[in-house]
């Protein structure tokens, strides 16, 4: 994915390899009930969304920082369309990785 630039910074934070991301900092990422339901949001929604679209109990500086552990945990992507950042569940590559993991935290039975 081409990183876009916006006056000389980087508009598209950096994302981890999944396969690189170890099962703790994923489980320790999806402890928190505010970061499972941006995850379940993601995964019900079937498309990304911008992160003002996914209400949430804290504030916008705290909810920042959530997405932030989920993206650095391998489990969504971000990008800018506009002025609207984007989050995307990175279902594919996680269930490459830890297959069965994401349909316990969201509530669905396993896929073969």
């Given at each position: 994915m081409a990183t876009a630039r916006h006056g000389g910074r980087d508009r598209v934070p950096p994302h981890p390899d999944v396969r690189e991301v170890g099962l703790q900092q994923v489980l320790e990422a999806l402890v928190d009930p505010v970061r499972r339901r941006i995850v379940t949001e993601l995964h019900a929604a079937g498309a990304d969304l911008s992160c003002g679209t996914i209400e949430?109990?804290?504030?916008?500086?705290?909810?920042?920082?959530?997405?932030?552990?989920?993206?650095?945990?391998?489990?969504?992507?971000?990008?800018?369309?506009?002025?609207?950042?984007?989050?995307?569940?990175?279902?594919?590559?996680?269930?490459?990785?830890?297959?069965?993991?994401?349909?316990?935290?969201v509530g669905e039975p396993h896929r073969d």
């Open positions: 949430l109990p804290v504030g916008k500086s705290t909810a920042t920082h959530h997405f932030h552990v989920l993206r650095e945990a391998g489990l969504i992507r971000q990008y800018y369309v506009g002025t609207s950042r984007m989050n995307a569940l990175r279902r594919e590559e996680f269930d490459a990785v830890f297959p069965g993991l994401l349909d316990v935290v």
